[in-house]
């Protein structure tokens, strides 16, 4: 009873408050002079049948969102961002002669690996830690982050796909993340993990592979988490592989491995050597079946 007076009693005091979090303004652009355009495309006219995409290659925040209010060491954790995998997608895009397409912005600004509509998209918490730039977004806040940083990063993938798709190849989207080395006090035993969810003939293919030439490594298969998992649903892969019948690979690399470029581009070459003969595999560039 107490509670419910005190709660009575506070609502008048925070009334102001919250009408002026409604009609806070957007800022008229989001970033500036000097920042980066929100995806940059390398070898954007490479040959090779493939698409490879770094959805949180970045932990950089636009100025006008003021570092979303975390500290430095704050946006260097993982929960900004997956550290190693824009030198992971730079080094693939090199050596297979294939495009890689790089977001310049963290995750917390907003999530390009959900769906537009996802109630992750821009979270307030991440592992614990309070985002107060996250908190309160008025509607023209969240529509400005997909204007001009979600849409353009969809938009140019879809457009990779599309050089292939319109000549009636089906390219194999390759989708690089990292994942951190310990989460909620478990330590992650694998080194690389490799995700699917209705492409497992290729996933299979690959951790087979990856046994093969490196019998040391400690790979997780769905792991370190499924991608079968309701939460991750509509992601990349869904809306831009799944959902066209186009084959995909999705390939999570610990961050502790893969922390320097050195270290990055050695991961990144034993990945390279179990994926080339999958992609020496003229069946795979056909668009697969939908299941009803
Ligand atoms: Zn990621």
């Given at each position: 009873m107490k509670k419910t007076a005190a709660k009575k009693k506070s609502a008048p005091r925070n009334a102001p408050a919250r009408v002026k979090t409604i009609v806070k303004l957007a800022p008229k652009k989001l970033m500036g002079a000097g920042e980066p355009p929100a995806v940059r495309v390398e070898n954007?006219?490479?040959?090779?049948k493939c698409v490879i995409v770094c959805d949180h290659a970045a932990n950089r925040v636009p100025?006008?969102?003021?570092?979303?209010?975390?500290s430095k060491a704050q946006l260097q954790q993982h929960i900004a961002w997956d550290p190693g995998t824009e030198d992971i997608g730079r080094y693939l895009s090199k050596a297979l002669g294939a495009t890689v397409v790089l977001a310049s912005?963290?995750?917390?600004?907003?999530?390009?690996?959900?769906?537009?509509?996802?109630?992750?998209?821009?979270?307030?918490?991440s592992d614990h830690v309070h985002i107060?730039?996250?908190?309160?977004?008025t509607a023209a806040q969240k529509k400005q982050r997909l204007d001009e940083l979600f849409w353009p990063y969809h938009n140019e993938i879809d457009r990779q796909l599309k050089r292939f798709t319109s000549k009636g190849v089906a390219p194999v989207l390759i989708s690089v993340h990292s994942f951190t080395p310990q989460m909620d006090g478990f330590r992650r035993p694998w080194h690389i993990g490799v995700l699917w969810n209705r492409e497992e003939k290729i996933a299979r293919a690959l951790v087979k592979n990856l046994r093969r030439n490196s019998p040391d490594l400690v790979i997780g298969?769905?792991?370190?988490?499924?991608?079968?998992?309701a939460n991750f649903l509509k992601n990349t892969i869904s809306t831009h592989a799944e959902s066209k019948g186009l084959p995909y690979i999705i390939l999570e690399f610990r961050q502790d491995l893969v922390n320097t470029k050195k270290k990055a581009e050695k991961w990144a070459e034993i990945f390279l050597e179990s994926l080339r003969p999958i992609l020496a595999d003229?069946?795979?560039?056909t668009l697969r079946r939908r299941k009803a």
């Open positions: 954007g006219r490479g040959r090779a100025r006008t969102l003021k570092d979303l209010g975390l912005y963290s995750r917390l600004v907003v999530d390009l690996n959900r769906g537009h509509d996802h109630p992750e998209l821009m979270r307030d918490t107060p730039g996250n908190v309160g977004l298969e769905n792991e370190p988490y499924s991608l079968k998992a003229k069946q795979l560039y």
